[in-house]
């Protein structure tokens, strides 16, 4: 018997400790057609809600809160955990902001749009520079050299216009007291 519940308790932590499926994406609703027309790209961003006790410090995650989410030229109604599929628009991005309530408290987050591209570049060359300090003798030096030169060239060289844009996820987290 101790056997089965410590396999549970192991496949719990292991698996994350979620319940249930993953939430179905959200459509965000378009308050004007030339938003709709203007994206370039869409991201999802996940959006779930805490409540965190004043004392004890404990999380536990709320399922139902009812949220929205507002942005330039769009909005989205949803209940937490939700998977929102969030319209960006290159260089254009804007903020988000996501308002949920919950006994009777509400909490609102907002999100500023990431250069995802940049993002991605700044790792790579990242990854470059650590293989130079990993690498021994000259031609392990030499190629992690290379390496960041070519990182560098390509960052400087791509045309920004195509850059890809997103945004953290959001958890908000509800003070109980207890």
Do not use: W
Not at 17 to 24: E, N, R, V, Y
């Amino acid at each position: 018997m101790n056997k089965i519940a410590l396999t549970c308790a192991a496949i719990a932590v292991v698996g994350g400790c979620t319940s249930g499926p993953p939430p179905t994406p959200v459509d965000v609703n378009f308050t004007t057609s030339q938003a709709r027309e203007n994206v370039a790209t869409y991201d999802t961003v996940e959006v779930r809600t805490q409540q965190a006790q004043t004392r004890g410090g404990g999380r536990n995650e709320v399922i139902g809160v009812p949220c929205t989410m507002r942005g330039s030229g769009y909005t989205a109604s949803f209940q937490t955990p939700a998977v929102v599929n969030v319209p960006t628009y290159g260089y254009s991005s804007r903020a988000l902001q996501v308002s949920c309530a919950y006994a009777g408290r509400s909490q609102s987050a907002t999100r500023t749009p990431i250069n995802l591209t940049e993002q991605q570049i700044r790792e790579s060359q990242r990854r470059a520079t650590d293989s130079i300090e990993d690498a021994e003798g000259a031609e392990a030096i030499a190629g992690a050299v290379g390496a960041v030169i070519v990182a560098a060239t390509a960052a400087n060289r791509r045309n920004r216009e195509s850059d890809v844009f997103g945004y953290d996820d959001i958890t908000l987290r509800f003070l109980i007291d207890r």
